[in-house]
């Protein structure tokens, strides 16, 4: 089972580019790594999922080096609507060993 | 389409209660999860269920919690003579398959035991 690990919290300014990192120095060879975002009282939504080198969306990026015992969430220009918690989560293709982490709380000021 | 739903959204029971709680995954979806949040804490995997197989129970944390899907669909969360420490909002989610797909979440059962 890989554990992950996040900064408990991170603090950015609007318009500021936001990377959060995990390690995951246990990830198994079929493993995806896939971030997620939570506002209070509600559930997580899903951000990005990756399985090695770099992935974007409209959202953020997610860069992975090769031995994949990191990963770096990117999120361009943060705005105060971006003040979540954000999990890295780290997990087997049958899903079954998919765990939430602490998550990294980001709080952004204007 | 719709998504996740849970019901109640808020339970209020006297400690030592039985409840049940609902989740109504996304429809097709093959696997559904529930996990629970105490306050200001991150998310506590419970337990999950693959299409027919028998479900992953390994983060139950006592034999007074239970789950059962039936018919590949709608799942009911069960717990037992209720504990203060048992408060925390429960969390539903689906996926597609079993591919390590993205998880899609219902907005929670906020459970409080008096």
């Known amino acids: 089972l890989a554990k992950t690990t996040q900064p408990i919290s991170m603090d950015s300014y609007e318009g500021q580019e936001v990377n959060i990192t995990c390690s995951h120095n246990n990830i198994a060879t079929n493993d995806y790594i896939t971030w997620y975002q939570q506002f209070p009282s509600q559930g997580p939504r899903f951000i990005i999922q990756g399985y090695k080198t770099k992935v974007t969306n409209e959202v953020a990026s997610l860069f992975i080096p090769a031995d994949r015992k990191s990963s770096t969430l990117s999120l361009p220009r943060v705005s105060l609507s971006d003040t979540a918690v954000y999990y890295c989560?780290?997990?087997?293709?049958?899903?079954?060993?998919?765990?939430f982490g602490a998550g990294t709380r980001l709080t952004v000021k204007p | 389409g719709a998504g996740v739903s849970q019901s109640p959204s808020n339970k209020v029971t006297e400690k030592g209660k039985d409840v049940e709680l609902r989740c109504d995954p996304i429809s097709g979806h093959t696997a559904l999860y529930w996990y629970r949040q105490s306050l200001g804490q991150g998310l506590e995997f419970l337990i999950y269920?693959?299409?027919?197989?028998?479900?992953?129970k390994s983060g139950l944390p006592s034999d007074r919690f239970s789950a059962e899907r039936t018919g590949g669909s709608v799942s009911t969360l069960t717990i037992q003579r209720t504990q203060q420490e048992d408060s925390a909002v429960y969390l539903c989610a689906s996926s597609l398959d079993y591919t390590g797909d993205t998880q899609y979440f219902g907005p929670g059962t906020r459970l409080t035991v008096l």
């Open positions: 989560l780290v997990g087997a293709l049958n899903n079954n060993d998919m765990r």
């Open positions: 269920f693959q299409g027919n197989s028998a479900p992953d």
